[in-house]
């Protein structure tokens, strides 16, 4: 469970938007996060990308780039790290890769998966396509929790409710 | 070329609000286009952006948070537009001058932006003493 589990990544989200105001603010302070893992492959082979990013953290909060691959390799030490993390995916299949890959992630939020053609609405800040959905399945059928939650406040909603949504939750 | 100067984009209603009070304030809200991020993802609010560059000819624009999807998607444009200036941090004194005050050279945005840092003061009771 997020707020239980003594691990130091304290969140594996998947947000469409990566690094921005919700997850550096809104959910780095309460959760008094010190670093930042983005996975992502094309953030990752991109130096100039990466400065993009870079730029807008705090200088008090370290971001690491990652390709699915090196995430894999270094996820168990991001776990075992002594500080507090976020680890970001851009998009589900990401995530579903990164967790059926790792076998350690027990809990993935998602945070914001916006609107786009093909994409049908389930609450106000996920949109889904019907491939999308299954990937999600695919996360919590090898065991994983997963929630929507766009910030700290808000009640987690479990992912069998977001999929019977029909939007504007 | 329309008479919009600058582009405000930032979270929620904030930029909408922020240009209602300068036009309450000072009559010149029709100065500025706001934007939101609301329900976009980073590469739509980076194509909003775009569209609104492009369609008002405005080269500054202002953003709220540093860390913010508005700041990654101004920075992520200054690739391909050397002109363009982005001042982060917007506030309501800063896009008050900024409106009053036009000086050949595009030394105003540096200007205004100063005074929106100005601005910040913190009183309590020993400073009304």
């Known amino acids: 469970m997020l707020w239980t589990t003594p691990v130091s990544v304290e969140l594996y989200r998947i947000d469409d938007r990566l690094i921005h105001g919700q997850v550096v603010v809104g959910w780095g302070k309460p959760l008094g996060a010190e670093f930042i893992a983005l996975v992502d492959d094309e953030v990752a082979a991109s130096d100039w990308e990466q400065d993009l990013y870079r730029m807008g953290v705090p200088p008090e909060m370290d971001v690491y780039f990652d390709s699915i691959e090196s995430a894999v390799a270094r996820l168990p030490d991001y776990v075992a790290d002594q500080r507090r993390g976020i680890l970001l995916t851009g998009d589900i299949e990401t995530m579903r890769d990164l967790a059926s890959r790792s076998g350690m992630i027990e809990y993935v939020n998602i945070g914001g998966v916006h609107h786009r053609p093909g994409r049908h609405e389930r609450l106000r800040y996920v949109f889904l396509t019907p491939q999308e959905e299954e990937q999600l399945r695919e996360i919590a059928h090898g065991g994983v929790e997963v929630s929507a939650q766009d910030v700290p406040s808000a009640a987690p909603i479990p992912l069998e409710e977001v999929l019977a949504s029909r939007g504007s939750a | ?129």
């Open chain 2, 1 to 129: 070329m329309s008479s919009i100067r600058a582009i405000v984009i930032a979270h929620a209603k904030l930029a909408q609000a922020l240009v209602s009070a300068v036009d309450v304030i000072a009559g010149r809200g029709s100065e500025f286009r706001a934007l939101s991020n609301e329900g976009l993802g980073a590469a739509d609010v980076a194509a909003t952006l775009k569209a609104a560059l492009d369609e008002t000819g405005a080269q500054v624009v202002f953003t709220d948070l540093p860390a913010g999807s508005c700041t990654l998607a101004a920075r992520r444009l200054l690739r391909d537009r050397p002109g363009l200036r982005v001042v982060v941090g917007v506030n309501l004194p800063m896009l008050l001058d900024y409106a009053l005050r036009e000086t050949p050279g595009g030394a105003d945005v540096a200007t205004a932006a100063e005074r929106g840092r100005e601005s910040i003061r913190v009183v309590d009771d020993a400073s009304v003493r």
